[in-house]
C-alpha cells in the first residue's frame, strides 16, 4: 500500500513554462513534505521542503503547495529550464515515527524540459 | 556542505556472492539509512541505524544485513546475492528531517 503517490511517472513541458509536479499521500499523521531531484548517476538532492502548518512555501523558482484537506501537494517551478530535466521524488514525513527522521518517498516523475 | 561517500560506484557479482556495501558521512549525523532505488517504485528503506550499533528494519529487509560500529560508517551487506537484489543502492545520513544522499552504487547481480 504506497503512503505516497505521484501519478504522473512523465512530465514533459516547454523552457520557460511552468512545469507542475503533483503527489498525493493516504497517512494523516504526514506532517512535513519534502522534494528531492535526482539526476542520472547521481543519489538525490533537498530541494524544498514545507510543514503541515503552512499552505505554500518558495524559494526562487520553485514553490511547493500542501492541500491538507486534500492531501495533496504540488510543486511549481517557474520559468523552467533544460536544466531541471531530472526525476523529482516526493517525501512524506511523520512525527510519531521515530521521531519524523523516516521518509517516505513516492515513486517519482520524470521531468522533461524542451529547449 | 555535507557528504556523504559510498564505496563504489558500479559494482558487478554472481549469484551466491557475498557483498559488503559502505557509506560515510562527514557530518556526525546520527542516522543513517539504505534504500534501494527502482524504476517506478522510488526509494524503497531497507534499513536504518540511529546510533551506533543500533539498527532498525525497514520495508524491506530480506536478504539485506547492516552494521554500524562507527558512527560516520554504515555498511549493507548481500549475504547472498540474487539477480532481485540487481538495483541502485543508496545510503543517507541525516540529524533531522531533511536526509542527504550519496552518489549510490549500481549493483548487477549475473
Known amino acids: 500500500d504506497q503512503q505516497v503517490k505521484q501519478n504522473s511517472p512523465s512530465l514533459s513541458v516547454q523552457e520557460g513554462r511552468i512545469s507542475i509536479l503533483n503527489c498525493d499521500y493516504t497517512?494523516?499523521?504526514?506532517?512535513?513534505f519534502l522534494w528531492y531531484k535526482k539526476y542520472p548517476a547521481e543519489g538525490p538532492t533537498f530541494l524544498i521542503s514545507i510543514s503541515s502548518i503552512k499552505d505554500k512555501n518558495e524559494d526562487g523558482r520553485f514553490t511547493v503547495f500542501l492541500n491538507k484537506s486534500a492531501k495533496h501537494l504540488s510543486l511549481h517551478i517557474v520559468p523552467s529550464q533544460p536544466g531541471d530535466s531530472a526525476v523529482y521524488f516526493c517525501?512524506?514525513?511523520?512525527?510519531?515515527?521515530?521521531?519524523?527522521?523516516?521518509?517516505?518517498f513516492g515513486g517519482g516523475t520524470r521531468l522533461m524540459v524542451k529547449p | 556542505d555535507v557528504k556523504v561517500t559510498q564505496s563504489s560506484r558500479y559494482l558487478v557479482k554472481r549469484t551466491g556472492e557475498k557483498v559488503f556495501l559502505e557509506c560515510v558521512q562527514d557530518?556526525?549525523?546520527?542516522?543513517m539509512f539504505w534504500y534501494r532505488q527502482d524504476p517506478g517504485l522510488g526509494l524503497r528503506l531497507i534499513y536504518f541505524s540511529y546510533d551506533v550499533k543500533m539498527k532498525e528494519k525497514g520495508d524491506i529487509p530480506e536478504g539485506y544485513s547492516v552494521s554500524r560500529e562507527k558512527k560516520e560508517r554504515f555498511s549493507l551487506i548481500l549475504e547472498s546475492a540474487s539477480t532481485n537484489q540487481t538495483s541502485m543502492y543508496l545510503c543517507?545520513?541525516?540529524?533531522?528531517?531533511?536526509?542527504?544522499f550519496g552518489p549510490g552504487t549500481r549493483l548487477t547481480v549475473t
Open positions: 497517512n494523516s499523521m504526514f506532517d512535513y
Open positions: 517525501a512524506a514525513s511523520a512525527l510519531t515515527n521515530n521521531a519524523g527522521n523516516m521518509l517516505t
Open positions: 557530518m556526525d549525523h546520527e542516522n
Open positions: 543517507a545520513s541525516s540529524s533531522s528531517r531533511e536526509q542527504y
